[in-house]
């Protein structure tokens, strides 16, 4: 069962281009087939991603 949906379906590309650009700027060899990287290096691209997102939204607030 697949547990990692997109909530809104138009995001999705975006959602890819984002993710690529992390890890391009961390290093992170992220391709079509990521099965290869560590959990580390995959997390590490998330993680970047969400304190990314959270900076965005709070700066918006202010």
Known sequence: MARNRVL???ARDG???????????????????????????CGSVGGEMVKRMVQEYESRLK
């Open 8 to 10: 809104i379906p138009e």
């Open 15 to 41: 959602l890819s281009r984002f993710k690529a650009e992390v890890a391009r700027e961390l290093g992170v060899p992220f391709s079509d087939y990521n099965g290869d990287l560590t959990s580390r290096e």
